[in-house]
Nanobody, 113 residues
Framework: QVQLVESGGGLVQPGGSRRLSCATSGFTFSSYVMSWYRQAPGKERELVAR????????NYADSVKGRFTISRDNAENTVYLQMNSLKPEDTAVYYC??????WGKGTLVTVSS
C-alpha cells in the first residue's frame, strides 16, 4: 500500500522558517521524481519544488526561489522542504507528490503574526 505522509506544518510568524517532511512507503522511492505542491484557499494547486530521483537536480517556482530548498534522503524514503523567510502568501496546504501518480494528504502551513 502506497503511503505519503506529510508533517511539519503549523503556525509560523512572517520571516520565520519551517521544515516539512514527507515520509513514504509502498513504492520504490529512489526511482521517483518527488515534488512539493501547495494550494492556498480559493486558489489552484501549484508546483512549489521538484527534485530528481537521485537528488542531483532541483527546480522551484519563482515565488519561492532563494527561500525554499527541497531535498531527499533515499535511504529513509523521505523528501523534505525547508522553508525560510516565510511570507503570509505562503499560507497553504502543502502536498507531497511521488512521480505523477502518488499524493499525500497534505499539511497546513499558516504564516501569520
Amino acid at each position: 500500500q502506497v503511503q505519503l505522509v506529510e508533517s511539519g506544518g503549523g503556525l509560523v510568524q512572517p520571516g520565520g522558517s519551517r521544515r516539512l517532511s514527507c515520509a513514504t512507503s509502498g513504492f520504490t522511492f529512489s526511482s521517483y521524481v518527488m515534488s512539493w505542491y501547495r494550494q492556498a484557499p480559493g486558489k489552484e494547486r501549484e508546483l512549489v519544488a521538484r527534485i530528481t530521483s537521485g537528488g542531483s537536480s532541483t527546480n522551484y517556482a519563482d515565488s519561492v526561489k532563494g527561500r525554499f530548498t527541497i531535498s531527499r534522503d533515499n535511504a529513509e524514503n523521505t523528501v523534505y522542504l525547508q522553508m525560510n523567510s516565510l511570507k503570509p502568501e505562503d499560507t497553504a496546504v502543502y502536498y507531497c507528490r511521488g512521480g505523477v501518480i502518488y499524493w499525500g494528504k497534505g499539511t497546513l502551513v499558516t504564516v501569520s503574526s
